[in-house]
């Protein structure tokens, strides 16, 4: 659908939805390694703005007046024996099937923006063995150092999952560089393509105020980029079992405060003027229960990405800081965790064709062996909830407490892309050695290896992104058979998972 009221204008309001458009986000991130990109963003504040609407969307504007039909993107995924899932928005770790279906349209009047682009999932959500009840001899320690110090839970409640949501929508007034206004989209903050920090779409978006930039401002020494955001986080309200360890073991499920809690942020990014390529910055958010504001879990972390257009590449890292203001033993608490990568493209000397390689490296875990896991990002003691909104981390997908390892390699033509990847994940190895280190027992890191094909193309109007994965979890779930024979001679716990995902993307 194509309404039309005059000729175009180059600033647009509307913005490129983080994950939504998985085919669109990458190419303009390629766009930048070739010396072809036209935004100049530092790519580390998301959603983009001022994308336009030939990238993605039919469209037509004119100096007072705008019109959109947003593309309709069904977005489904199967897990054959367990829940994985991570970096897709309103949808829940879940076994089975399971959509997400998001649609809407754009509308600017002057100053004055409306996006709206709701999301509706549904998910069989299928029962599957969970840490909390699997005889493993560490579930009983599970509530006490995870479930009560954080709202992440291994399952959604029993039965179907269905939920509707605001999405990727918001209203605000834009005055050129800046805009102001409310969002329910998600944010991806900092330079990770798998991991960030503080924000990622692996949980669904919150209802925030936002302040922000549009597009990078030209100050005397560079380009910056802001965003500074208050918000409202919402629980899981998933039922536990009251007690998990059938021998009465005084640890149990603790039931959380039924309030909400706020979030508040702000992220600013630097483009030096003398190192054109190079984007520095810092971000910062803050959790509270909304009636106790003295008691806080904040993260604070720093980044940098240096895109290197004459080689096609670019490097980033991210180095980030967790503080508790206290446990409840009044006692300060810190951690530290990083991402870091390297992505590059190489020419076949065809017309618009590369071979993109890939690796990136996040580390979670606490770094001293036998601490508790208080320290761990994303749990807290006193904001029991965790670093989580609607069940779900608002950072690194692989939290609490878990390490990644990635490669990736991929042909790229455009919207076009055939790939492989290859992870190791390791699952909260905080937990494990909280459990397992004071009686030395060493044998059961949950490490799940990951081998995917990935393809992504377009016709015409329609645009579609596969992904098959075979997840070989070794020890799942930390467990193993206990075969009372030699210490290091015994069956494995292993388990394996097929996780299929199909996109498909229609633009009116």
Same mark, same amino acid.
């Given at each position: 659908?194509?309404?039309?009221?005059?000729?175009?204008?180059?600033?647009?309001?509307?913005?490129?939805?983080?994950?939504?458009?998985?085919?669109?986000?990458?190419?303009?991130? #390629?766009?930048?390694?070739?010396?072809?990109?036209?935004?100049?963003?530092?790519?580390?504040?998301?959603?983009?703005?001022?994308?336009?609407?030939?990238?993605?969307?039919?469209?037509?504007?004119? *100096?007072?007046?705008? @019109?959109?039909?947003?593309?309709?993107?069904?977005?489904?995924?199967?897990?054959?024996?367990?829940?994985?899932?991570?970096?897709?928005?309103?949808?829940?770790?879940?076994?089975?099937?399971?959509?997400?279906?998001?649609?809407?349209?754009?509308?600017?009047?002057?100053?004055?923006?409306?996006?709206?682009?709701?999301?509706?999932?549904?998910?069989?959500?299928?029962?599957?063995?969970?840490?909390?009840?699997?005889? %493993?001899?560490?579930?009983?320690?599970?509530?006490?150092?995870?479930?009560?110090?954080?709202?992440?839970?291994?399952? @959604? %409640?029993?039965?179907?999952?269905?939920?509707?949501?605001?999405?990727?929508?918001?209203? #605000?007034?834009?005055?050129?560089?800046?805009?102001?206004?409310?969002?329910?989209?998600?944010?991806?903050?900092?330079?990770? &393509?798998?991991?960030?920090?503080?924000?990622?779409?692996?949980?669904?978006?919150?209802?925030?105020?936002?302040?922000?930039?549009? #597009?990078?401002?030209?100050?005397?020494?560079?380009?910056?980029?802001?965003?500074?955001?208050?918000?409202?986080?919402?629980?899981?309200?998933?039922?536990?079992?009251?007690?998990?360890?059938?021998?009465?073991?005084?640890?149990?499920?603790?039931?959380?405060?039924?309030?909400?809690?706020?979030?508040?942020?702000?992220?600013?990014?630097?483009?030096?003027?003398?190192?054109?390529?190079?984007?520095?910055?810092?971000?910062?958010?803050?959790? /509270?229960?909304?009636?106790?504001?003295?008691?806080?879990?904040?993260?604070?972390?720093?980044?940098?990405?240096?895109?290197?257009?004459?080689?096609?590449?670019?490097?980033?890292?991210?180095?980030?800081?967790?503080?508790?203001? /206290?446990?409840?033993?009044?006692?300060?608490?810190?951690?530290?965790?990083?991402?870091?990568?390297?992505? *590059?493209?190489?020419?076949?000397?065809?017309?618009?064709?590369?071979?993109?390689?890939?690796?990136? @490296?996040?580390?979670?875990?606490?770094?001293?062996?036998?601490?508790?896991?208080?320290?761990?990002?994303?749990?807290?003691?006193?904001?029991?909830?965790?670093?989580?909104?609607?069940?779900?981390?608002?950072? /690194?997908?692989?939290?609490?407490?878990?390490?990644?390892?990635?490669?990736?390699?991929?042909?790229?033509?455009?919207?076009? #892309?055939?790939?492989?990847?290859?992870?190791?994940?390791?699952?909260?190895?905080?937990?494990?050695?909280?459990?397992?280190?004071?009686? &030395?027992?060493?044998?059961?890191?949950?490490?799940?290896?990951?081998?995917?094909?990935? /393809?992504?193309?377009?016709?015409?109007?329609?645009?579609?992104?596969?992904?098959?994965?075979?997840?070989?979890?070794?020890?799942?779930?930390?467990?193993?058979?206990?075969?009372?024979?030699?210490? @290091?001679?015994?069956?494995?716990?292993?388990?394996? %998972?097929?996780?299929? &995902?199909?996109?498909?993307?229609?633009?009116?």
């Amino acid at each position: 659908m194509l309404i039309v009221f005059g000729a175009k204008q180059e600033l647009f309001a509307q913005t490129l939805p983080v994950g939504l458009l998985e085919n669109v986000e990458d190419s303009v991130r #390629r766009d930048q390694l070739l010396g072809k990109d036209s935004l100049g963003s530092s790519y580390m504040i998301r959603p983009l703005h001022n994308v336009g609407p030939s990238r993605y969307v039919y469209s037509a504007e004119n *100096k007072h007046f705008a @019109f959109s039909l947003l593309p309709l993107v069904l977005q489904n995924q199967i897990n054959s024996h367990y829940a994985y899932g991570r970096n897709d928005n309103s949808m829940i770790p879940a076994k089975g099937y399971e959509a997400m279906i998001s649609g809407g349209f754009y509308a600017r009047a002057g100053p004055l923006s409306i996006q709206l682009r709701p999301e509706y999932i549904y998910a069989q959500n299928k029962d599957f063995d969970l840490p909390e009840t699997v005889d %493993n001899y560490l579930y009983y320690a599970y509530p006490e150092l995870v479930y009560n110090r954080i709202d992440n839970p291994s399952k @959604f %409640n029993g039965g179907a999952y269905k939920k509707g949501n605001w999405g990727q929508s918001s209203v #605000r007034l834009n005055f050129d560089p800046v805009s102001v206004g409310i969002s329910s989209e998600s944010l991806w903050w900092g330079p990770g &393509k798998k991991n960030s920090l503080l924000m990622s779409n692996n949980a669904p978006g919150f209802k925030h105020l936002t302040l922000n930039t549009m #597009r990078p401002v030209d100050v005397f020494i560079g380009k910056i980029e802001a965003q500074i955001i208050a918000g409202r986080l919402e629980a899981s309200n998933v039922s536990l079992p009251e007690n998990p360890n059938p021998e009465g073991s005084p640890t149990a499920f603790k039931t959380k405060p039924d309030t909400w809690r706020s979030i508040a942020g702000i992220i600013v990014t630097y483009q030096p003027k003398w190192l054109p390529g190079l984007s520095v910055g810092f971000d910062r958010t803050a959790v /509270a229960y909304h009636n106790k504001r003295d008691s806080a879990v904040k993260f604070f972390s720093w980044f940098g990405r240096w895109v290197m257009p004459e080689t096609h590449a670019e490097v980033y890292v991210q180095y980030g800081r967790n503080d508790h203001l /206290a446990n409840s033993a009044g006692k300060k608490l810190h951690s530290n965790a990083y991402v870091a990568g390297f992505n *590059k493209l190489v020419s076949l000397n065809r017309q618009q064709e590369y071979i993109q390689v890939g690796v990136e @490296f996040t580390q979670l875990e606490v770094q001293k062996k036998g601490q508790i896991t208080n320290h761990s990002w994303y749990l807290d003691d006193l904001i029991v909830h965790g670093y989580t909104n609607t069940g779900q981390v608002m950072g /690194a997908g692989i939290g609490p407490g878990g390490n990644m390892q990635s490669l990736d390699v991929s042909w790229v033509k455009g919207l076009k #892309r055939i790939g492989i990847s290859m992870d190791r994940i390791v699952n909260n190895n905080d937990f494990f050695w909280a459990t397992v280190y004071p009686v &030395k027992d060493i044998r059961r890191h949950w490490i799940d290896l990951v081998y995917s094909g990935t /393809a992504s193309w377009n016709f015409n109007r329609i645009i579609l992104n596969a992904q098959l994965s075979y997840i070989k979890s070794l020890n799942y779930q930390w467990g193993y058979i206990d075969s009372k024979g030699f210490f @290091f001679d015994l069956p494995k716990y292993d388990k394996n %998972n097929i996780h299929t &995902k199909l996109g498909i993307m229609y633009n009116f």
